[in-house]
């Protein structure tokens, strides 16, 4: 057996199996090389091992922690919209919302006055499910109308 | 994982139970700091560490598999963190300038007169020095040896964790260990008293 030094500190380490151990212990009893570097690499850890521990965290590390973690979380608002059903149907969602838009202005851009319409009524993109369900508007009254969904107790 | 019990409140987190979570960072984040503290060498950037560690932990909990020890799953996130921490260029640098202001080498010193427990001025003096020349050591170490050292010696990770966390295997940690153990003894030296034989 050459030295044995790579498997000096697994033996001091304790990681060699029952028989490495056995064939090193072997080796050692012929090898003052290895006896003493062993004692060498003994010393080493024995000064290791008397080194203080590591100072204590300051005491508002954990508050600290949460504050951050807290930070980090999305708005429940925030995330319902992450939720994948929402990732599929907020595209489409928003297409229907742009067609009523258009829809919306050029009708109204067509009308002669009362020009307060549009102001009053954009509360009705709050609800892209409702709009959409309502299909192209039509007229003033249609605007209203859809506006106005939840008075009329219409299932979103 | 039935014989980790830190397996089971990371799968329990991973459906949803923050507590588990929480019991989680109760348990390592102590431990965390004083690991990053092996790197940074700054108790105020370990403890940002330790926590940017967990925050990680907490985003990465869908990808906890429980086949996983969770004490190498926390390493192998902590390893990594340090070494992206370790190659800022801005942190190497300050850290050069801090070693070029170093103090004297250590003086010779039994290795019993060191403390344990109380300590007189003189001890804790020594104490010190040796801290500090650990702290050297360590900054010279290669990465890996460094990262296999650290948790071998200081954490008490076993090899085969050690090899799990650093996603290598038992034979390359064993040699990465006995590496830095040797760069240990020669730094070490000047602290160590001669022809102190010891059986294992």
Redesign the interface.
């Known amino acids: 057996m050459k030295h044995a030094s790579p498997s000096l500190s697994a033996y001091l380490d304790g990681e060699l199996s029952s028989e490495e151990r056995a064939r090193f212990e072997a080796h050692l009893e012929r090898c003052p090389d290895c006896r003493a570097e062993r004692d060498r690499l003994k010393g080493a850890l024995s000064l290791l091992s008397r080194l203080p521990p590591s100072p204590p965290p300051s005491p508002n590390f954990e508050q600290h922690f949460y504050a951050r973690l807290a930070a980090e979380r999305p708005a429940p608002r925030a995330r319902l919209f992450d939720r994948p059903l929402w990732r599929w149907l907020a595209p489409g969602l928003a297409g229907v919302a742009a067609s009523v838009a258009l829809v919306l202005v050029v009708e109204i851009r067509h009308r002669p006055p009362p020009d307060d319409l549009l102001v009053g009524d954009l509360d009705l993109f709050e609800n892209y499910e409702a709009v959409a369900s309502v299909g192209v508007v039509e007229n003033q009254e249609d605007v209203e109308v859809v506006a106005h969904l939840d008075e009329l107790g219409v299932r979103k | 994982m039935a014989s980790d019990p830190d397996a089971a409140l990371m799968v329990a987190f991973k459906g949803g139970d923050e507590r588990a979570f929480r019991s989680l ?2 348990k390592y ?2 431990t965390m ?2 690991f990053c ?1 092996h790197f940074v060498r700054d ?2 950037r370990a ?1 940002e560490l ?2 940017d560690i ?2 990680k932990l ?1 985003r990465s909990a869908g990808s906890y598999e429980a086949t996983a020890r969770f004490r190498t799953f926390l390493y192998r996130i902590a390893s990594n963190h340090c070494l992206n921490e370790l190659r800022r260029a801005e942190y190497g640098s300050r850290r050069a300038l801090e070693a070029s202001e170093g103090g004297e080498p250590p003086a010779p010193t039994d ?1 019993d007169t ?3 427990g109380t300590s007189t001025p003189e001890q804790t003096v020594l ?1 010190s020095a ?2 500090r020349a ?1 702290e050297q050591l360590l900054e010279g170490l290669p990465e890996k040896q460094r990262l296999a050292f650290v948790m ?3 954490e008490g990770l ?2 085969e964790e050690i090899a799990h966390a650093l996603g290598t295997t038992v034979p390359a940690v ?2 990465l ?2 590496r830095a ?2 760069s ?2 020669a730094a ?2 000047p ?3 001669t022809g ?3 059986a ?1």
Do not use: C
């Open positions: 960072f109760e984040g102590r700091v004083s503290n108790r105020a403890e330790a926590q967990f925050l907490h290795p060191l403390p344990a104490a040796l801290g650990v071998g010696r200081f076993s090899y064993k040699s260990v006995h153990t040797v240990a003894a070490l030296a602290f160590m008293t102190e034989e010891v294992p």
